[in-house]
């Protein structure tokens, strides 16, 4: 979905040579419409389109049910790519893009909507319940309405109960990316933690360890509660599987995440806050 003519050719003929079957629509009311009557695997989305906006588009594609969304922004708009996570892209691409790379984002996205379920037992902590396999989220018996890059984050953080991970780490083993901007990671764990946290400000299971990462912190067992909501006990399975070691966050200094979803990055200047991130 993208108004500029030769932009939508040069993506879709990309897309065509992967051996994806791609439609192209170049405004916004035209791509709710279509995807209505045949809902497509995934959408490619630019921010900026007639008639109706990429975060419009995407918020009401979203309601009718998870659909993979990668997301084109223009180059340094770090408002724009943080807002288009924040209604649940799933990816963005900066403009001007390597087509290649797009491709590979495609591809990346589709495995993790695709890939067949992790086997295995629910993974619970205090009132919150995974089933991996079934991908159902429940709080307090509820059902959780996460995106797929929400639900793996939390599944990730529920198998490494107490273990502190970073950034880079996270990227890698749950987006599947060995390079990225790393605010993607911040922003999913700010939207995971406004789902699953009795005070976002004040987050008790999701924790911000300085300039390292984060660490999931397994509830209370007093807290617990089974998938249909009557209690039980607190039973997080850990994974003992891959690196230990924390990983650093960006910059010589490192990024410092100050728990409520905002950073603080050194500059010449001194430091300055970056939303969202």
């Given amino acids: 979905m993208d108004d500029d003519p030769t932009v939508a050719e040069v993506v879709a003929s990309y897309l065509d040579r992967a051996g994806f079957a791609v439609e192209r629509v170049a405004d916004g009311p035209s791509a709710v419409s279509r995807a209505a009557v045949s809902r497509p695997d995934l959408v490619v989305l630019d921010l900026m389109l007639p008639g109706m906006d990429g975060l419009e588009v995407c918020r009401r594609l979203r309601e009718a049910g998870p659909l993979p969304v990668v997301m084109l922004t223009a180059r340094g708009d770090e408002d724009d790519r943080i807002l288009g996570l924040e209604v649940g892209a799933d990816d963005y691409v900066t403009k001007p893009f390597s087509p290649r790379e797009l491709v590979l984002r495609v591809e990346s996205v589709l495995r993790r909507a695709g890939s067949p379920p992790a086997a295995g037992p629910w993974l619970r902590s205090g009132s919150l319940a995974l089933d991996p396999a079934a991908r159902r989220a429940l709080r307090g018996g509820a059902e959780l309405a996460l995106t797929i890059r929400e639900f ?82 607190s039973d997080t399975t850990a994974d003992t599987t891959g690196a230990t070691e924390a990983d650093r966050l960006r910059g010589p200094a490192g990024d410092r995440d100050r728990g409520d979803g905002s950073e603080v990055h050194p500059g010449a200047s001194g430091a300055r806050e970056a939303r969202g991130a």
Avoid at 177 to 192: A, I, K
Avoid at 200 to 207: D, E, N, Q
């Fill in 152 to 233: 793996d984050l939390l599944a990730f953080f529920l198998r490494q109960p107490g273990r502190v991970l970073g950034r880079e780490e996270l990227m890698r083993r749950v987006w599947g990316w060995e390079f990225g901007d790393l605010s993607t990671v911040t922003v999913h764990v700010r939207r995971l933690r406004e789902k699953i946290e009795d005070d976002p400000a004040r987050p008790r299971l999701i924790s911000t360890v300085w300039g390292v990462g984060y660490r999931f912190d397994p509830a209370d067992p007093g807290d617990a509660a089974s998938p249909t909501g009557t209690t039980g006990t």
